[in-house]
């Protein structure tokens, strides 16, 4: 099998780290991986396959011989870098919000929208951790009753906002158990014990980014503009994976047990569905999974054809790291790369 040159952006981060050990688990046909970051990763190490690998700093020259670079750095870095990879020969797979709503670039979640892969032009974007999940439970639904209506409500974990957030929780947690009042440097609010309705910035609108996201780039992966999305984003203290609990209207009906004879057989989706025995997912549970989970399958009866759903993932790996990596897997079974 043919093997390929590997750069990974941001490889100290928690969506870098959760990259490299995914193209490990996933057995990747890695030639070699180079770990990238800023200059101030100066001296560290990742490691790849039993061996302690110098990441390098990123720089556009980094990108000399590189097949595939996998991208979660943030926006400013993916904007200036990924050009750069593009132009030296790699396909890049972004994780930044940077290029998703670009109508040259694929937004891509491999079990929805594979073949939107064949028209790349050296990027691929890699879509919000809260869309992915999203998006793999309602195109097997989609397919069979046609969604007129999604109304999401977001759980979502520390560690989709980065290293430094899920220590915060760790230090507030602690110091409120003792009394003390923490002083919020991640988030306007401390976290620990709290909720906080506020991801990203806010507009005009009242929306933030993260719910324009979830609206965008829900009808650009499904390839649906009439479908209409609505979304509260929430910050909630668990340190990994995403909870949604998402409504939806069809145009055909669907009943709660269609519904869940149609997820069971989906790509990429988990049913555990008996809440009368206290089964359903939860975060704790999921946290290292690479499918989504879905259960509190359940008929909306204040209108025709309306279903409820609740939704886990684990926003590091398929909400971000394992999609990535899916996306490359199918890029080499297609040779696209």
């Not at 999401?152 to 915060?168: H, K, P």
Request: aromatic share 6%.
């Amino acid at each position: 099998m043919k093997s390929y040159n590997v750069a990974v952006v941001g490889a100290t981060g928690a969506v870098g780290q959760t990259m490299i050990k995914i193209l490990q688990e996933r057995n990747f046909p890695v030639k070699r991986i180079l770990p990238l970051a800023s200059a101030r990763s100066n001296g560290h190490s990742v490691e790849f396959r039993g061996e302690k690998i110098k990441v390098e700093e990123a720089v556009p020259s980094a990108f000399d011989g590189i097949d595939i670079a996998l991208f979660s750095a943030g926006n400013e870095v993916s904007k200036e870098l990924a050009p750069e990879a593009v132009k030296r020969g790699a396909v890049v797979i972004d994780n930044s919000s940077a290029f998703r709503m670009d109508p040259d670039v694929p937004l891509v979640v491999p079990e929805v929208n594979p073949g939107d892969i064949h028209r790349h032009k050296g990027l691929i974007a890699n879509p919000n951790c809260s869309t992915i999940q999203m998006v793999v439970v309602l195109k097997p639904i989609h397919e069979k009753a046609r969604i007129k209506r999604v109304v999401v409500s977001t759980y979502q974990a520390v560690s989709g906002t980065g290293v430094d957030a899920i220590e915060e929780l760790k230090l507030q947690s602690g110091k409120i158990l003792n009394g003390d009042m923490p002083e919020p440097r991640v988030y306007p609010y401390p976290i620990a014990f709290n909720v906080l309705p506020h991801i990203d910035v806010f507009d005009d609108t009242g929306y933030s980014m993260e719910e324009w996201k979830m609206v965008r780039e829900t009808k650009k992966i499904m390839g649906d503009e009439s479908i209409a999305v609505t979304a509260t984003t929430v910050r909630v203290p668990v340190f990994n994976c995403h909870s949604e609990a998402v409504n939806i209207e069809t145009v055909e009906k669907l009943t709660a047990d269609g519904a869940r004879s149609i997820l069971s057989k989906a790509p990429g989706v988990k049913v555990v569905d008996d809440p009368k025995n206290r089964i359903y997912p939860l975060p704790a549970a999921v946290s290292g999974e690479n499918d989504v989970y879905v259960g509190r399958i359940r008929e909306d009866f204040s209108i025709d054809c309306g279903l409820n759903l609740w939704i886990v993932a684990d926003n590091l790996r398929k909400g971000a790291a394992y999609n990535a990596v899916q996306i490359a897997e199918y890029m080499v079974q297609h040779s696209l790369v």
